[in-house]
Every structure is written in structure tokens, then in C-alpha cells.
């Protein structure tokens, strides 16, 4: 391999996970990197440019891995980068293998693989300082000489060592012969393992004449911390404290910011409509994209929060404790112990969770994960909740002091988890049949986080979410506010609204009791509307007429919407929250053809468990498209939960009608 | 039955989920040709390598092992085919 000073190298970074790669990858290239996905996995692609004494190189970050075998999708990735197989990117010159001191021959192990594809190797040696703190001493001329490697010593937060690296990796790539051992095929024919057997055996030589270990090393300060976080007991109790704070951060912290996004895009929108000839183009970009957009960016806060809480607890190593604490528990259902978080988080919004399964390595195991995840009752059907408890149930009590209220909040909350419970359990054992999944995993040191690592993962995450829902998401918009809006020419029947309608055209001045008159009848004939009335007949099992139709197809967007499409079919102004008394008594006053009223206690019982059950936000279904890289997975959720919320609805319907109710 | 059992006694032989909290052991053999059985033996748990148990979870599943200097969490189950001497 020769190299001429102008040639551009290509450099890949390996090594475990926790062997602090990311930070390392964090130090060389600064903020210059790009993430993207490489193609038809979900495995994250991460490059940078690292300036190496003078030329810039291509750096590539691979994914975190234990072993080269290919067994997982991760391990396929860094194999084919490696050979040069991996289309679209270049065979790296030099390999730089990242490996952790404290943990020396472990670490190891993937470098000796690292070999056997003759590929040049530069071992980073990560976490010195920890290691001789703990009173061993390590010989890194003598290491190198062992692994027949150059071996460089590294700190990147100070800085120690990263000159001396890029020398050796522009030294290594110059070099043709690689005095590495190879540790060929023919060891394999001594059984199955022998392989492994003797990566290890050399692994011990080389650790055993370069380190000198401490014969009685102080008790690791992690065992320590681990006394208490995962004590059997008290490990519990925190891990319930630790959620509770992630938990009312993203409820109730990002609601600061929420509202403000929601007013700044509330004030756009309006701003545009005053400043621009009223015409299809104004409500295009108001109605259309700045509220489907504004409706996703809204949700950026949450995002943002939960990364940063996510990113704390994986920097430190308390995930995997949480995983370890809760693997029983969700191994019940078939799912891993890592899917606890993304759950708990997806009560808050089930999109960040989808996002956080990516901690579960195992494709199925994560998918049933993403399946289940939309089953917890989200922030967005809060507002749907309380407008139908409002409307019928307040003041409401069982024995006197219970309030149905509470009753019914939690009896949804549950009704989303038993179903999620029982729906992991058949997925588990059908479309996503595997045997249940290895546990297997290590319990990292405990270890301060690194601020530069979780900012920058955490706005990695929202720009990966702006970019890539953002632009789904805003096709939708504008298809559903086309529905809505259109046809526009149609002659409404009813004068009053077109005179209305004439009336605003000419002068410009708005009477907002008309122009909500106008807004209903424009809904009504709209394209929307029509489809209420044609799926009429399916719905009215559950006791749902037309406009309740239009209210369920607009909520499919996001589902908080249908609060304000119920406003604007009931004429009370969209900007009617939920609990507005005037919604909850045109709720209540609501009358069909016959006379009889739209709305019982049972209707708006069956609205709220479709609500429970039902696929109604098209942010999620654009992040589940994008995490499980296929539109199939989110067809067949939007599907099997569309079916089931129709299910049970149609059961609390009609079973409430048997008993004499509604 | 109990034969077996006296035999396991008296060459202190045993499987790594039975150890009780706190033992050490050697690792004398790791059963089965499955994937979960190869990871093992990557992550480092081979014959001769010493091992300990340092506790396990809630529900007494997933167990913490010490090995090469680094903590390890497996189900008993997957523990179950790790054979050790006292």
C-alpha cells in the first residue's frame, strides 16, 4: 500500500462499547460530523474529518461491538466497512482500535479479529488514568511489542496521546507488512471454539507481561454504587424515583416551551393570513404547512428533554443497571429488559420512546418494542380524555368518594398496557418469533457523563428527527388539510354561510360567529366530510354519526386534533381547548336526525377506549417508517391497532347498549 | 438422582447459575453450539477463566458475574450452561 502525501486516508474506528469511542471519535473531528443511516439498516453511519498532521482524513465511527462474527447487523456492518464490501464507502486505510485499560482483555479480543483481515491496526489505549488509579501498572511499549502493534496511549479530554496517534495511524498507513498474528481457519479444525481459545490464550500473554496488577485492588467503586442502585429493594425504589423525574420532564417541564412553539407557530400562521391576499396559497401555508408543521416541531421539547435524560443514563451506566433490574419482569412478556425505558418514556409520546429503542440490539426484540410502545396512553390523548370525562363524567363519584374521573383516567392507562402486554406476547410468539432473546450484558463501570457526548447525541437526535419526519409529515399535512379544504367551489347550501363567506372576501373583516358557521359548512362539504359520511356506516356500531367521522379521520394527524375539529363542526371557534364549557355543553346538546342526542356517557366511553387503541399520529407512523427503515412496519401497526381500537370499541358499544346503557 | 448430586459434591463441581452469592469459581466448561454459547465464550468466559458471582436482580433474574476484571449480566438460564469447580 503506497501512499503519496496528497492521497486522502480513510480511517475506521473500532471497539467495544463503553471503551470511549464516541469520545475519542468526539475529540478528532469536533463538530464536523455527519450521522446518517447506512442503507436498509438502522445502523447509525457516523463520519467526521479528522485533521491528521496537516491532510485531512475521512474518519468513520463503527458501531460499538464485542466481536467481529457477524452475528448481529451491527457486527455485518463494521465486517463489511472493513473488507471494503459496504457500498458507498471507501476500505479504510487503518484501522484504530479503541480499547479500554481497565478491561484490558476483553477489549482485546476484537482487536486480535481485527487481524485477521490484514487490514493495519493503531490500538488506542482509553482509560489509563481509571486504570492506575486502581494501583495497576501497564507497560504500553511492551503491550505493543506483545501484540506486535503500535500501541498509543490516549486521554480525549486532555488531549494526551492524539498527536502521537495520528503519526502512528499515517506511519501504519504507509506500512505494507503487518507483523500482526493471523488466527487462521486452520485452529478451528480442533473444535468449534478453538478459535476463540487461542485469541485468549495469546490475549493472556501479552496482558500478563505488559500489566502488573495490584494483588489487592480496592473494591471497584461501581460494586460500591451497585450496593445501592441495584439492591433488591432500594435498586427498585430508585429506579421508580429516576422515572418519575424523566417523567414529569417531559411532562410537565417541556410544557414551558411546548406552548411557547405552539403560540410562536399559532402567531406565524395569523401573520401570514393578515399580511397575504386571502386565496388558497395563504391557507396553504397557514392552515396547511406552518399547523402540520408547527404540530411536529412541537413535539421537539419532549425530544430533546427525553435524549438528554437518555443520554445521561447510558453515559453513565445506569441503563444497563435499569435493563438488569427490570429484564425478569419484561422477559415475561418475551421482550428484553432494555425495552422498559422506551415504554415508560412513550407515556409521554410515544415518539422519543420509539426513538430511545434503539439501546435493544436485537432487530425483533425491538421492533416488538416499537409495536407496543404507541399502547401507552400518550400526553396528546390527554386532552381527548378530559373532554369526554368533562362532558359527562365530572362531579361524577363511585362509594361516594372515588371520582369516576380518576376511575376512568386510570381504567385508559391500564387498558393501554394490558393490551400492549398481551400484544408483545402474541407478537413475540408469531411475526416476531425468536427465541427469547439473549440477555447477556455488560454492566459498564460507573462513570461521569461527558457533557460534549450528550449534547451532542441529544441534538443529533432532534436534527435526525426535524429532518427526516419532518419532511413525511409535512406531505401529510397538506394532504389532510386538502381534504378539508377542498372541493372549495361547491355552491354551500345554505345562503347564510355563502353570504358570509361574500361578505369576508369583500371587506376583509371577520365576524367570528360567522366565520365558524363557515368553516363548519365549508367542512362539511369538503372532502373530509364526504368520507365521514361514507364510512358512517362503519362507525355507527359504535354509536358514531358523520361528524364524529370527520372529527376521527382529522385525528388521525395527531390525536389532540380532534378537539378542535369537534369545535369547528360544533361552531364554537376552533381555538376552544378542552375544557371550554361551551364544547362540552354543544357536546352535550348535540342532536342527531331523530332528535335523539349524538352524545351518551356510552359514546364517549367507546371514543375514549378507540382512542386508547387506535394508530391516530402520523409523527409516530413517519419515526416508526424511519427507525425500521420500511413502510411495512408502519402499515401493519396503523392496521392491527386500527382493528383492535375498532374491536374493543364496538364491544364497549354495543356490550354497554346490552346492559341497557346508551 | 441423589447419586448425581453426591458425585457434583465431591468434585466440587457445578453450574455457574447455582453458585451462591459472593463464590468464585473456575470455569471447567461451556455447554451447547448456539449462538448465546459462542457470545459467551467471546465476552471472555472460557475454561480456565475464574468467575464470580456477585448477585442477582430483584427477582433473583438476571444474575451479575465478575470475570476478567469486568461485571457480566446473564439469565440463570444462559448461566445454566457454564460448568465450574469450586
Known amino acids: 500500500m503506497v501512499n503519496s502525501a496528497a492521497h486522502s486516508l480513510t480511517i475506521a474506528l473500532a471497539g467495544n462499547p463503553n471503551a470511549g469511542k464516541t469520545t475519542l471519535f468526539n475529540a478528532l473531528t469536533g463538530l464536523k460530523q455527519k450521522v446518517a443511516n447506512y442503507p436498509g439498516v438502522t445502523v447509525e453511519r457516523k463520519t467526521g474529518r479528522w485533521q491528521l498532521n496537516g491532510s485531512a482524513a475521512d474518519l468513520i465511527d463503527l458501531p460499538g461491538l464485542y466481536s467481529l462474527d457477524a452475528t448481529s447487523v451491527d457486527e455485518q456492518i463494521a465486517r463489511s466497512v472493513i473488507t471494503g464490501e459496504q457500498k458507498g464507502v471507501k476500505r479504510p486505510d487503518v484501522v484504530v482500535a479503541v480499547v479500554d485499560a481497565t478491561n484490558l482483555e476483553r477489549n482485546l479480543y476484537v482487536v486480535t479479529q481485527l487481524f485477521d483481515f490484514k487490514i493495519p491496526v493503531v490500538v488506542a489505549l482509553t482509560m489509563i488514568d481509571v486504570f492506575e488509579k486502581l494501583d495497576h501498572q501497564i507497560n504500553v511499549e511492551k503491550l505493543a511489542l506483545m501484540l506486535k502493534t503500535p500501541v498509543v496511549a490516549i486521554n480525549a479530554k486532555t488531549g494526551r496521546g492524539i498527536k502521537e496517534l495520528a503519526q502512528e495511524v499515517r506511519k501504519a498507513s504507509e506500512q505494507s507488512d503487518s507483523k500482526a498474528p493471523v488466527f487462521d481457519d486452520a485452529d478451528e479444525n480442533s473444535g468449534p471454539h478453538a478459535k476463540i481459545f487461542a485469541r485468549y490464550s495469546f490475549i493472556a500473554k501479552a496482558v500478563q507481561e505488559s500489566t502488573r496488577h495490584n494483588d489487592t485492588p480496592k473494591l471497584r467503586i461501581s460494586h460500591k454504587i451497585d450496593k445501592v442502585l441495584t439492591h433488591k429493594f432500594f435498586g427498585l425504589l430508585i429506579l421508580v424515583g429516576v422515572l418519575l423525574v424523566v417523567f414529569q420532564a417531559i411532562f410537565s417541564w417541556a410544557t414551558v416551551p411546548m406552548d411557547l412553539l405552539e403560540q410562536g407557530f399559532g402567531g406565524l400562521s395569523a401573520l401570514v393570513k393578515e399580511n397575504m391576499p386571502p386565496g388558497i396559497l395563504t391557507d396553504l401555508i397557514s392552515d396547511g404547512i406552518i399547523a402540520g408543521v408547527g404540530g411536529v416541531v412541537v413535539f421537539l421539547p419532549q425530544i430533546l428533554l427525553l435524549f438528554l435524560f437518555i443520554s445521561l443514563l447510558e453515559d453513565t451506566g445506569y441503563m444497563a443497571r435499569a435493563a438488569f433490574l427490570m429484564d425478569k419482569l419484561m422477559s415475561k412478556v418475551g421482550l428484553h429488559g432494555k425495552a422498559f425505558l422506551p415504554l415508560v418514556s412513550s407515556f409521554a409520546c410515544a415518539i422519543p420512546g420509539i426513538m430511545a429503542t434503539r439501546t435493544i440490539e436485537n432487530r425483533r426484540d425491538r421492533f416488538a418494542t416499537i409495536m407496543v410502545a404507541p399502547f401507552m396512553s400518550c400526553s396528546a390523548r390527554l386532552p381527548v380524555y378530559t373532554l369526554m370525562i368533562a362532558a359527562f363524567f365530572a362531579g361524577q363519584t363511585v362509594f361516594g368518594f372515588i371520582s369516576v374521573a380518576a376511575v376512568l383516567m386510570l381504567a385508559m392507562y391500564t387498558l393501554g398496557i394490558v393490551v400492549a402486554v398481551i400484544v408483545a406476547f402474541i407478537l413475540k410468539r408469531t411475526v416476531l418469533k425468536a427465541p427469547p432473546p439473549p440477555f447477556l450484558m455488560e454492566l459498564p463501570d460507573y462513570r461521569l457523563p461527558n457533557l460534549r457526548t450528550v449534547l451532542q447525541n441529544m441534538l443529533t437526535r432532534a436534527w435526525l428527527f426535524l429532518k427526516r419526519a419532518g419532511t413525511v409529515i409535512l406531505a401529510i399535512s397538506i394532504l389532510l388539510w386538502a381534504l378539508m379544504y377542498f372541493p372549495r367551489d361547491l355552491a354551500p347550501t345554505q345562503p347564510s354561510a355563502s353570504e358570509a363567506a361574500q361578505a369576508v372576501a369583500a371587506n376583509g373583516e371577520q365576524v367570528p360567529a360567522e366565520d365558524v358557521v363557515k368553516e363548519s359548512e365549508q367542512l362539511k362539504h369538503s372532502f373530509a366530510g364526504k368520507l365521514g359520511h361514507t364510512i358512517e356506516p362503519v362507525i355507527q356500531p359504535l354509536g358514531f354519526d358523520w361528524k364524529i367521522g370527520v372529527a376521527l379521520i382529522a385525528s388521525f394527524a395527531a390525536r389532540e386534533v380532534l378537539v378542535s375539529t369537534l369545535s369547528i363542526i360544533y361552531n364554537v371557534g376552533k381555538d376552544a381547548d378542552a375544557e371550554s364549557t361551551t364544547l362540552v355543553s354543544a357536546i352535550r346538546d348535540a342532536k342527531r336526525d331523530d332528535g335523539r342526542p349524538v352524545w351518551t356517557p356510552l359514546t364517549a366511553l367507546t371514543l375514549m377506549v378507540f382512542f386508547v387503541l387506535a394508530m391516530q399520529c402520523m409523527s409516530t407512523l413517519a419515526v416508526v417508517r424511519r427507525e425500521t427503515n420500511s413502510w411495512l412496519w408502519p402499515l401493519f401497526m396503523f392496521g392491527y391497532m386500527t382493528v383492535i381500537a375498532y374491536a374493543a370499541a364496538f364491544l364497549t358499544y354495543q356490550g354497554g347498549r346490552l346492559l341497557g346503557y346508551g | ?86
Open chain 2, 1 to 86: 438422582m441423589s447419586e448425581n448430586q453426591r458425585d457434583r459434591k465431591m468434585t466440587e463441581q457445578t453450574t455457574l447459575n447455582t453458585l451462591p452469592i459472593g463464590a468464585c469459581g473456575r470455569v471447567t466448561a461451556v455447554n451447547g453450539d448456539s449462538r448465546i454459547t459462542r457470545r459467551i465464550l467471546e465476552m471472555g468466559i472460557i475454561p480456565g477463566v475464574l468467575v464470580q458471582l456477585i448477585k442477582s436482580a430483584p427477582f433473583d433474574d438476571p444474575i451479575e458475574v465478575s470475570v476478567r476484571g469486568y461485571s457480566l449480566a446473564m439469565r440463570r438460564s444462559e448461566a445454566a450452561a457454564i460448568e465450574v469447580t469450586l
